[in-house]
């Protein structure tokens, strides 16, 4: 949130009913899951929010985060991404943000759906002093069962093998480790990923 903003705390916005401008992402997309579960963590629904004064700006995507903070028609990053984001970057050169901790109710919810507890660590961005509470998810890659093994296998062979290729592709793919890849899948293996 715009550090200019009252508001310190999702509390603040969402039971304060502090008008904020806040781009939603389209449909389908983590990021408004998240959002829409956390509306309803806090009892709310977007036609409340807008009752009270709040404007839900569609954004496609974070470029169109960025863009829409750049121009003042939003007051918020509302984004689900691994650090580090060149849209928050940005937007806090513009306009300094603060980091909006998730209520440790929300992210118990949210853990029963997947999600796994963690922090913003202190100094990302150079926005938090110190680390701020929210969730995480892996990434991870899904083949529907009528895929042939051969092809599974093949896939995860080349992923497996290339890590540095993978670790290229995002920051937040640093960590990627070939020996901890099929742990916490979030289902079955498939018998090609099982095979490799």
């Given at each position: 949130v715009n550090r200019a903003c009252p508001v310190h705390t999702l509390q603040d916005w969402l039971q304060g009913r502090m008008p904020l401008r806040v781009p939603v992402d389209r449909v389908g997309t983590v990021d408004r899951m998240v959002f829409e579960l956390t509306l309803q963590h806090f009892g709310v629904s977007a036609a409340d929010v807008e009752h009270w004064g709040s404007r839900l700006v569609p954004?496609?995507?974070?470029?169109?985060?960025?863009?829409?903070?750049?121009?003042?028609?939003?007051?918020?990053?509302?984004?689900?991404?691994?650090?580090p984001s060149p849209a928050i970057q940005a937007a806090h050169a513009l306009r300094p943000l603060q980091a909006l901790a998730l209520p440790p109710a929300l992210i118990a919810t949210l853990e029963g759906l997947g999600w796994a507890a963690a922090h913003l660590p202190t100094g990302a961005y150079g926005i938090p002093a110190e680390s701020v509470a929210t969730v995480a998810m892996g990434t991870s890659l899904g083949f529907h069962a009528s895929v042939p093994t051969d092809v599974v296998f093949a896939i995860t062979q080349a992923v497996c093998e290339h890590p540095e290729r993978v670790r290229d592709i995002h920051p937040a793919a640093r960590q990627f480790d070939p020996a901890r890849a099929p742990l916490q899948a979030g289902g079955p293996l498939h018998p090609g990923a099982e095979r490799y």
């Open positions: 954004a496609a995507n974070y470029h169109e985060q960025l863009a829409l903070y750049q121009a003042d028609a939003v007051d918020v990053l509302w984004q689900f991404m691994g650090i």
